[in-house]
């Protein structure tokens, strides 16, 4: 689809330093546009990880999100598109490495969301970036790798006075050299998530992440 409105993908790439010292409205610079990106964005984002994690609770699905628009993710969807070199900003700020400040590129990204969604419709937002995750991101490693879930629950539990969850080994099969190992853990004497895995540790952490969502969606 054709770019229609160039000159909203040029005010998304104004950063206020192009405007220092002078007498402004505090509209010139991109600043709007980034307010309306990051709106895009967060319900471009929600509505990916609604339909690639099914299963999975609010809390988690907001915590994923998190990590999807924050700061350094999107100054590393920026960089992926070369973005720095585009802004337009003061001598000053290119001089001192603004081109590759993280934040003026993650607010440079916004602001371009911002101006896509308004010439060329959500779809178009959208799918720039769904694009730009599917090339950066394994969605399904992060969900993993996000923390040790683990240590996640036992701060939970403690945080509440519970005793320590237990870790017990419900199943293992398969050959040695391809064993499979289901794990439940137990919060307060009741089981509370199930992990599968190739690796005790492995499992445990997957039982822990259960536990977790199931707890937090308890409260």
Not at 19 to 43: K, P, W
Not at 54 to 76: I, Q, W, Y
Not at 190 to 219: C, I, V, Y
């Amino acid at each position: 689809m054709p770019i229609g409105d160039l000159g909203l993908y040029e005010h998304a790439l104004r950063h206020r330093s192009m405007f220092r010292g002078h007498v402004t409205t505090g509209t010139e610079s991109n600043e709007r546009l980034e307010f309306l990106g990051d709106a895009i964005l967060g319900a471009v984002v929600a509505e990916r990880l609604f339909a690639e994690f099914p299963d999975r609770s609010e809390g988690f699905l907001t915590r994923m999100r998190a990590n999807l628009v924050n700061g350094k993710a999107l100054a590393d969807y920026a960089r992926e598109i070369d973005l720095g070199r585009l802004i337009l900003m003061s001598d000053n700020m290119a001089s001192s490495e603004g081109r590759d400040n993280q934040t003026i590129l993650a607010d440079a990204f916004e602001a371009v969301v911002g101006a896509l969604y308004l010439d060329l419709g959500f779809g178009a937002a959208r799918r720039f970036v769904f694009r730009l995750i599917d090339q950066l991101v394994d969605l399904e490693s992060l969900s993993l790798q996000r923390s040790n879930f683990k240590s996640l629950l036992l701060e939970f539990v403690q945080a509440r006075g519970w005793s320590q969850p237990t870790y017990t080994v419900a199943k293992e099969a398969g050959p040695s050299h391809d064993r499979r190992f289901t794990i439940d853990v137990l919060v307060e004497g009741e089981p509370r998530g199930r992990g599968k895995a190739g690796s005790k540790k492995q499992a445990e952490q997957q039982a822990a992440r259960e536990a977790l969502d199931a707890l937090r969606d308890d409260r």
